[in-house]
């Protein structure tokens, strides 16, 4: 199926460095989202964004949705340990009156060293 | 509270079994999914329920057969697979199938031997 480009695939830094992933599609959605992913566990929710524009913090996590509906970047500041995981985005599109589909980005891997 | 479960956690079965996953959430929301996931892949969809109906079958065989017996539950029935769809299969859910968020649970790990 389809998926979203999504960069870097993955991250090896320091603690208490900042990180940047960002999604990139050919097509617009209605709906971005960032989900994170540890080892033998479902996708937690991070951010949901729901304009065009729209800049969204959760914590240390800042979101935004862009301006041609068709990108998103997500930004970590101040990693920490905890943080090691797999980051996905995800954008949605309303396919019916009554179903929408998500299509996933690729992930990014990220692991931070102490 | 956006907790979804899945059950079991963990399943091996053979290509001659008959098995099934089972979903649940009781956050009231309306539409449910079934997902499939393979080792550093990201989740691909395989239905939708909205309103206890079927909404999006994306193309799945025929040995994965759906069930939604009520708006809080959601099925996946396995018979005769193949060890290529060892996987772990992740239900989530959202309000509606909307433009709603979806919420994941934690998923049933599946190996096929």
């Known amino acids: 199926g389809q998926q979203l480009n999504q960069s870097p695939q993955s991250m090896f830094i320091q603690e208490g460095e900042d990180v940047s992933m960002n999604c990139t599609s050919s097509s617009i959605f209605n709906t971005w989202l960032w989900y994170k992913q540890e080892p033998g566990e479902g996708p937690v929710l991070l951010i949901a964004l729901y304009k065009a524009g729209e800049l969204t913090s959760n914590g240390r996590l800042t979101a935004q949705f862009g301006i041609t509906r068709k990108d998103s970047f997500l930004n970590i500041s101040a990693s920490i340990p905890s943080d090691v995981g797999i980051y996905f985005c995800a954008g949605q599109l309303l396919f019916t009156g009554t179903a929408s589909k998500l299509t996933f980005g690729t992930g990014t891997r990220l692991q931070v060293t102490l | 509270d956006t907790e979804v479960t899945q059950t079991p956690k963990h399943l091996v079965m053979g290509m001659t079994n008959k098995k099934s996953l089972k979903c649940e959430q009781h956050?009231?929301?309306?539409?449910m999914y079934w997902y499939k996931q393979k080792a550093k892949k990201p989740p691909e969809l395989m239905f939708v329920?909205?309103?206890?109906?079927?909404?999006i079958n994306e193309s799945v065989p025929s040995r994965f057969s759906p069930e939604c017996p009520n708006s809080s539950l959601l099925n996946l029935h396995l018979h005769a697979l193949q060890p290529e769809d060892s996987a772990l299969y992740l239900c989530?859910?959202?309000?509606?199938?909307?433009?709603?968020?979806?919420?994941f649970g934690p998923g049933t790990r599946l190996t096929v031997l």
């Open positions: 956050m009231g929301h309306r539409a």
């Open positions: 329920y909205s309103y206890e109906k079927l909404s």
């Open positions: 989530a859910s959202s309000q509606d199938a909307g433009t709603d968020t979806q919420y």
